[in-house]
């Protein structure tokens, strides 16, 4: 919900209403409405053991380190030959130097 929230408010400035005026749905108001579809996972304490390591060893911030984590776990620590598509330049680069083939 974090991610969500922080991406809305990059798109909507505080107060601006989402559609016309009339609608009366604010961010807020659609945020809990796609809550009530989604379910958040907290990471493990494996997923936030990776990412401190990641943190010591790439530029990245937290939660692409989180993401990168939860990747390395998924590919059971050994990402070679799996494919991960991602656009942040940092990401990126500490992904493929984690092992994974990045895409595009």
Not at 7 to 25: E, M, R
Not at 75 to 101: I, M, S, W, Y
Request: glycine letters at 4%.
């Amino acid at each position: 919900m974090i991610a969500a929230i922080s991406t809305t408010i990059k798109i909507y400035p505080i107060n601006v209403k989402i559609k016309s005026s009339d609608s009366g749905l604010t961010k807020e108001a659609v945020l809990n409405a796609l809550a009530k579809g989604w379910s958040e996972m907290l990471p493990s304490e494996l997923v936030r053991q990776r990412a401190e390591r990641l943190l010591s060893i790439h530029p990245l911030r937290a939660a692409d380190a989180f993401q990168l984590a939860a990747a390395l776990i998924w590919a059971e620590e050994a990402p070679q030959g799996l494919k991960v598509v991602c656009l942040d330049q940092n990401l990126r680069e500490g992904a493929f130097k984690e092992g994974f083939t990045v895409l595009p």
